[in-house]
């Protein structure tokens, strides 16, 4: 079975701290994304990368930043955090262009 | 800009009720329809609907998707309690870069009483 780990499951920080989360998938996923996900709003897109190296803007990219340096891992980085980014995060990654996404379990961040 | 709606957003039904899920849907350079179904924390992958009028089952659920009035509708039959869950739908499209990327809905949070 595929799995895709994060890091922390919970998260708590303080506003103006640098945040780093982590996403590790197992299965050599071309594709990996991160969503955000609150209430009323559904999962929307942040980044996405579909090569080592690469990245591409999401629906909600401000305030957050990415990196993939290894295929397995794709981080998501707020570089100084704020209240209205206090949220559950979600890691996924899937193979193929189309295919269907495999998600982590999710960070709930919380930035006070 | 995309669009996708899901009704209804909470239904409560009793152990055995059938149940019909809804979505509607938006977007350009439309591809194909996924469902989710969210316990806890992650979603878990239920179907991909790619072709208009074909049912896709699995046990207890079923799926179909409507290209032309561009919906989908997702039942359970015989519900059970472990069906307590957020059901998300994403239509997956080509993005501007050539990649697809899925939108979600906001999800029908289904209730199972025992």
């Known amino acids: 079975d595929v799995k895709v780990t994060q890091s922390s499951r919970y998260l708590v920080k303080r506003t103006g701290e640098k945040v780093f989360l982590e996403c590790v998938q197992d299965?050599?996923?071309?594709?990996m994304f991160w969503y955000r996900q609150d209430p009323g709003l559904g999962l929307r897109l942040i980044y996405f990368?579909?090569?080592?190296?690469?990245?591409e803007k999401g629906d909600i990219p401000e305030g957050y930043s990415v990196s993939r340096e290894k295929k397995e891992r794709f981080s998501l980085i707020l570089e100084s955090a704020s209240t209205n980014q206090t949220s559950m995060y979600l890691c996924?990654?899937?193979?193929?262009?189309?295919?269907?996404?495999?998600f982590g379990s999710g960070t709930q961040l919380s930035v006070l | 800009e995309d669009k996708v709606v899901q009704s209804p957003l909470s239904l409560v039904v009793h152990e055995g009720d059938t149940v019909t899920l809804n979505c509607s849907y938006e977007v350009t350079n439309f591809r194909s329809l996924l469902w989710y179904k969210q316990e806890k924390k992650a979603p878990t992958f239920l179907f991909m609907l790619t072709s208009s009028g074909i049912e896709k089952k699995s046990g207890r659920l079923s799926s179909i998707l409507d290209k032309k009035e561009l919906f989908s509708i997702l039942n359970i039959t015989a519900t059970q309690t472990g069906d307590s869950a957020v059901y998300l739908c994403?239509?997956?499209?080509?993005?501007?870069?050539?990649?697809?990327?899925?939108?979600f809905g906001t999800g029908t949070r289904l209730t199972i009483i025992p």
């Open positions: 299965m050599d996923h071309e594709n």
């Open positions: 996924a990654s899937s193979q193929d262009r189309n295919e269907k996404l495999f």
């Open positions: 994403a239509p997956d499209k080509v993005s501007n870069f050539g990649n697809e990327k899925l939108t």
């Open positions: 990368s579909y090569d080592v190296k690469m990245k």
